[in-house]
């Protein structure tokens, strides 16, 4: 019986954290593209493009 118990308990523990739900992942999707976004944005500047640009440069040389 003792054994029986454990191991419903562990299969309920699994069940509970067994995957992320449809709204997990719209958030998580949602996170991501807004992230992008932003990363796109700073990359996309003037400033960090010369930076890069220069980096490029010295470790062509």
Do not use: C, P, W
């Amino acid at each position: 019986m003792h054994r029986l118990i454990a191991n419903f308990a562990r299969m309920r523990s699994e069940a509970a954290d067994a995957g992320m739900s449809t709204a997990e992942y719209a958030v998580g999707t949602l996170a991501a593209v807004a992230f992008a976004g932003v990363l796109l944005k700073v990359v996309g500047g003037d400033n960090v493009q010369a930076a890069l640009t220069d980096i490029i440069d010295r470790a062509l040389r």
